[in-house]
């Protein structure tokens, strides 16, 4: 007597992909803590402190999300959305951007969107909300491209 061979895997389902998230930060205690949220939802993470690392973890990872800090001292977020917007495969990936309320960097206007930054301190149920959110606009924008 055979096992009967499941409808369809985890893995054929797109909603149920593992989504692979890049934060960017240089505090290691809010890199664990995001980390530690988001792996809890079921997403992967990798990390990176600085801008070459960055860059370097987004070209091998091609991420569905890019999680940013503002406060980051050796990082012009201006210069690293620049960087992946200019790569085809990179170029609808969303940025999630997270500071202080007084964070040190001033990112530039046409940088952020609406919904797009998120004021330390935020509580994991607003890291989780920002992340669906952001992970929704790139399926629709990415259905809405495949449509035109």
Known sequence: MSTPRPLF???????????????IDDDLVDIASISQSLG????????????RQAIKTIREEQPDLIIC??????LNARRLVQIV??????????????GGPQSSAEPAPEILG??????KPFTREQLTTAVQDHLRLRLRSNGDRRNT
């Open 69 to 74: 800090s503002l406060d980051v001292k050796k």
């Open 40 to 51: 809890s939802g079921g997403y992967r993470t990798r990390q990176a402190a600085d801008q």
């Open 9 to 23: 895997k985890i893995r054929d389902i797109p909603e149920m992909d593992s989504k692979k998230i890049v934060i």
């Open 85 to 98: 917007r200019q790569s085809p495969r990179l170029r609808s990936t969303p940025f999630l951007f997270i």
């Open 114 to 119: 609406p919904k797009q930054l998120l004021i």
